[in-house]
Structure formats: structure tokens, C-alpha cells
Nanobody, 114 residues
Framework: QVQLVESGGGLVQPGGPLRLSCAFS????????VGWYRQAPGKQRELVAT???????NYADSVKGRFTISRDNAKNAVYLQMNSLKPEDTAVYYC????????WGQGTQVTVSS
């Protein structure tokens, strides 16, 4: 069974960077499209970035130009580089498979605050 584990969250000041990691296990990682999602307090979970098996990326308008999703198939990992962070980016961040969703992990908390 596919398992995804997020890490790398923390407290960062507005304008700062942060890099999240998603570790994948349980299947052939390279064939999957992977997405980063986030859920802020009191809001629905939203998809912020995706990367296909061949490296094509897509971003929500709210993060375009600031976030970069990437993958390393040799390490079975997906990353989310977040730059120019804003307080409204504060949320729990999750990774999952948009086309074939699996169980949600615990996510990693990102807090943007001075």
C-alpha cells in the first residue's frame, strides 16, 4: 500500500523560505503524479502544486511564482520549495496522489509569522 510521509515544516518569518519533503513508499514511485495540498484552520483542503511522472508542473494561482515542486525518482521523494512566504500560507501541508488518492498522512505544519 502506498504511504506518504511529509516533513520539513516549521515557523518562518514573512518573506522567508522553507522546503518541504514528501517520502513515498509502497509502489513504483516514478509512475505517479504527486500533489502538495494544504489546509488552513477553518478552511477546506486545497491543492497547491502537482508534478507528473515526466516532471510537468502545475500551481494554484495563490502560489505561482513563489513555490516550486520537484521530484527525485531515485529517492522516491517530492519536494516543495516555498519562497516569499506570506502569513496566508500558514497551514498544514500534505502530499498525496491526485489521480489515485491514498490515505492522508499527518502532514507538516507551516506557520508564517513574525
Amino acid at each position: 500500500q502506498v504511504q506518504l510521509v511529509e516533513s520539513g515544516g516549521g515557523l518562518v518569518q514573512p518573506g522567508g523560505p522553507l522546503r518541504l519533503s514528501c517520502a513515498f513508499s509502497g509502489s513504483i514511485f516514478s509512475i505517479y503524479t504527486v500533489g502538495w495540498y494544504r489546509q488552513a484552520p477553518g478552511k477546506q483542503r486545497e491543492l497547491v502544486a502537482t508534478i507528473t511522472s515526466i516532471g510537468r508542473t502545475n500551481y494554484a494561482d495563490s502560489v505561482k511564482g513563489r513555490f516550486t515542486i520537484s521530484r527525485d525518482n531515485a529517492k522516491n521523494a517530492v519536494y516543495l520549495q516555498m519562497n516569499s512566504l506570506k502569513p496566508e500560507d500558514t497551514a498544514v501541508y500534505y502530499c498525496n496522489l491526485p489521480i489515485a488518492p491514498t490515505s492522508w498522512g499527518q502532514g507538516t505544519q507551516v506557520t508564517v509569522s513574525s
